[in-house]
């Protein structure tokens, strides 16, 4: 089986400083013959009244493109956009935002076959180069649809800087959560008698060791923006290479699924909810949840659920459903008993360290 011939990977990664002041210049040097061709830019009102000079002077820099404002990630917004760039014949697709604005426009882009440019404002999740989008379908439930990954990403550090912390830290946790996510990958992979892919691991975990071994401990400065940028971009390429959100997706996942669609009212980012998931997730595969703690203190991660209103029943609840929110994904917890005792104990020990 020759695998390695049906994945893409983008033409430009550029990390720079005021990298989004100078976006056509970016384009042009990679990818010379979308200028001229008709683009919109899609983003978010608070975003754009908040980068108003930047994102003016993209939208004139390609063409006076035309400016989308979305309010939600959803499957008609998506495909209303589509709509509008089949119609119109735009070409070029910008996504200027976080993961909202990002699910939304790599998707339109997916389904109208427009060059999509993804230039995000937060560094919150690893949906920036991931080949899926999360979109909202009916009453807010959630689909995870496949679909390209972006042409070209073209992140400004001065922008990520200026973000609020939180985002960032959103980011560094599913960045960490590859740890517990690969081991599951493993595992399932033994017991269903498959290989994982070699080179996809390799890039997560890579990814992961890039931001766990980081020197740099200040999360506003240009080194940590451009290694945790470039961990976020290598998870979304490592599922693109191994066609599966396995290399960053384990039952630390399946954990903030259980949480975004059955307690919607926990006000809980996904990268924080998974970082969350991973200390049961490793003390159930066997392993010491001891560096991640330590990790998570370093950069001021709150991982104990009461800071999040997570009652003891509500945590034990959350991984009874993570068993059967993806059926027929093998992790750690098809493996472990369902254990109230275990899962008090370790609810404890996370508001007590955390
Ligand atoms: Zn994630």
Known sequence: MNQHTRFNLPICLAVEDDALFHS????????????????????????????????TEISRDFGNAEIVAIDSASFDGAVAIAKKV?????????GIGG?????TAKYAAHISKAV???????????????PFSVLETQDMARKTLPCKIPTAIIVDTNMIASAPLGQTLSGIGDTIAKHTALYDWKLSAAQTSSNVD??????????????YHCDEKD??????????SRALVMGG????IADSSRPCSGSEHLFAHAIEEYYPQVKISHGLAVAMGSIPACIFQGQSPDGLINFFHTYGL?????????????????????RTVRPGRITVLNDIQHDRALLDEIYQRMVETA
Do not use: H
């Open 99 to 103: 993961g909202r604005v990002l699910d």
């Open 198 to 211: 070699d080179f996809a691991y390799a890039l997560a975990r890579m990814s992961y060791d890039s931001v």
């Open 237 to 240: 390429l490592a599922m693109e």
């Open 24 to 55: 056509d210049a970016i384009v042009r040097r990679y990818i010379p013959d979308i200028i001229g061709q008709k683009t919109i830019v899609v983003s978010e009102q608070f975003l754009i009244d908040l980068y108003k000079d930047k994102i």
């Open 116 to 130: 999509y440019i993804c230039m995000p404002t937060s560094l919150s999740n690893d949906s920036l180069a991931s």
């Open 86 to 94: 089949c119609i119109e014949d735009v070409k070029v697709i910008i």
């Open 219 to 228: 999360l506003k400065s240009r080194v940590f923006i451009r290694i945790l």
């Open 302 to 322: 709150d991982f104990s659920p009461q800071s999040y209103g997570i009652t003891p029943d509500m945590f034990e609840d959350m991984w009874l459903k993570a």
